[in-house]
């Protein structure tokens, strides 16, 4: 069911959500998202209340338990054709909402989470048998699921993660970020009308109006949440973790990337570039900082160049790292830190030189400076089009540092080489979930690379590239000396 939109469609369906959604004023002045309404109906499976939200999540769940295999996967196959035919509006609304990303960009995202989230085809039983009988493991539901999600790519984990939550068998009630709602509860409410087309239940998933730090914690204390799914920065994977639940978190990452002098330097130069500007660099996989060995970084600077990168000078790269990072005063320690500025991430590369004065022409999408490996720009994950390279003598200096720029986060890191040693060596120290070998870092999660599709990666629990099976219990079933057919 391929609807093609045109911009001005999008523009009016765009222009409906904010405006049915962003009608009230909080005490500060500041515009809030209020109205569950889009377009003159009720957004579906959109509360006022967490424990609403959560009590519809456990009828989904219900409901969903109550249901065949083929059933469930006509409610995601579904899911997966809405998902495609209305990936522009959820990209146009996502860029309107957040101020973070390009359409394009959030486009495809969409269209891969519909083509590549796998269903209940993950939800394998495994038997074993031997002189004592048959033991069957089955892959079983949680119950209700409870996921926070992120502000990068909003409507994209909402989607993903109820493909796979549902695919398990599982409900799920969301708390959005709340610079995200809109897009967010727009995705819910369409996982909830693909559903119903399917002849499913009416609520399938549900969420909140205004989720706070106060509706995620009642998610993490009510007594029907049987497992928490967070994507998102280390504050909020931290708080998951020791909510005293099951589990998952999918953390911040810092990906460092590796070219050796042995890498085809402008295919390279272009896949870094490509993967750096990819939605803005709103990608925790995306690259984030240059290794570069000092008898290639010219021609690969050169080549960079040809692909739509700028390259400032040390003072142009001070100046914006004033604008970019800002100070942040933790309210509980009093501590001042610097920390990305909101207002800059997910901006245009155009954009952010423009903030100190420097006037670029359309085609420039990414930002480059030589700096030292100390400098913020290598040590924060900025999610925005800067990319810092640091020049390295050799491969050990090369994995020493990228090693240490990715912080121990375990997530993502990448090379450019043709040197099978040099790739394994970087492999093996980095540790990271992620490790994509010449090619853009959107190659890691299934974008023009080999395998399945995730918008939440889970380095620090563990589960990985998550999919349906990420979120089920083991549960076995014994039969004694009998059901063998040998
Ligand atoms: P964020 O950390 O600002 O917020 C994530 C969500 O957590 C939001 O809903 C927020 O309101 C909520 N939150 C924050 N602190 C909380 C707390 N103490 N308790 C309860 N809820 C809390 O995330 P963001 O800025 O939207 O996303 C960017 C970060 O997420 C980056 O660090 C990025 O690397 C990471 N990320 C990781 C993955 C992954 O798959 N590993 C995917 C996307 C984003």
């Not at 962003?22 to 424990?51: A, F, P």
């Not at 009988?133 to 926070?148: D, H």
């Not at 708080?239 to 330097?265: F, H, R, W, Y």
Request: neutral net charge; glycine residues 8%.
């Amino acid at each position: 069911m391929a609807i093609n939109w045109t911009d001005a469609q999008i523009e009016d369906v765009v222009k409906a959500v904010i405006n049915s959604l962003s009608v009230q004023t909080s005490d500060k002045g500041n515009k809030t998202w209020d109205s569950t309404q889009y377009c003159g109906r009720k957004l579906i499976g959109v509360y006022e209340k967490m424990e609403d939200a959560i009590d519809a999540a456990r009828a989904g769940y219900l409901a969903v338990r109550a249901m065949s295999l083929s059933e469930r996967e006509k409610v995601i196959a579904q899911i997966r054709a809405l998902c495609r035919a209305e990936a522009p509006v959820m990209a146009a609304l996502g860029v309107s909402e957040t101020k973070m990303g390009k359409v394009e960009h959030k486009t495809a995202k969409h269209i891969l989470v519909a083509d590549k989230t796998p269903g209940t085809s993950d939800i394998v039983s495994q038997v074993k048998t031997g002189d004592d009988g048959l033991t069957l493991t089955e892959m079983a539901p949680f119950g209700v699921v409870g996921s926070i999600t992120p502000s990068t790519n909003p409507s994209e984990t909402v989607i993903c993660n109820s493909i796979g939550m549902i695919a398990a068998g599982n409900g799920v009630v969301f708390n959005p970020h709340p610079n995200a709602i809109a897009t967010s509860n727009y995705a819910v409410d369409l996982v909830n009308r693909a559903s119903a087309a399917a002849g499913g239940p009416k609520v399938l998933v549900a969420s909140v109006i205004k989720p706070t730090l106060d509706t995620a914690k009642t998610m993490y204390q009510h007594k029907d949440i049987r497992l928490l799914v967070c994507t998102g920065g280390p504050g909020v994977v931290r708080s998951v973790l020791s909510s005293g639940k099951k589990a998952i978190g999918a953390g911040a990452g810092n990906p460092p990337v590796i070219v050796d002098d042995t890498a085809d330097i402008a295919k390279a130069a272009k896949d870094i570039i490509d993967g750096c500007t990819f939605d803005n660099n709103l990608p925790c996989i995306a690259e984030k900082e240059v290794f570069a060995f000092a008898n290639i970084a010219d021609e690969l600077i050169s080549e960079m160049k040809k692909n739509g990168a700028f390259q400032i000078t040390k003072e142009q790269a001070e100046k914006l790292v004033d604008i970019v990072l800002v100070d942040s005063k933790n309210p509980k320690t009093g501590i001042v830190k610097k920390t990305v500025s909101r207002d800059c991430v997910g901006r245009d590369a155009r954009v952010l030189l423009d903030k100190i004065g420097v006037r670029v022409s359309d085609d420039i999408r990414c930002i480059i400076c030589e700096t030292e490996f100390e400098h913020p720009f290598v040590q924060e994950e900025l999610m925005m089009p800067i990319l810092p390279i640091v020049r390295v003598p050799d491969i050990d200096r090369a994995i020493d540092l990228a090693v240490k720029a990715e912080h121990g986060n375990r997530h993502t890191a990448h090379m450019h080489s043709k040197n099978i040693d040099n790739l394994t060596r970087f492999a093996r120290a980095v540790e990271t979930t992620i490790f994509v070998k010449n090619a853009p870092s959107y190659a890691g999660i299934g974008f023009g690379g080999e395998g399945h599709t995730t918008f939440t990666i889970a380095g620090p629990t563990g589960e990985g590239i998550t999919s349906a099976r990420s979120f089920t219990r083991l549960r076995r079933c014994v039969m004694v000396d009998n059901f063998r057919i040998i």
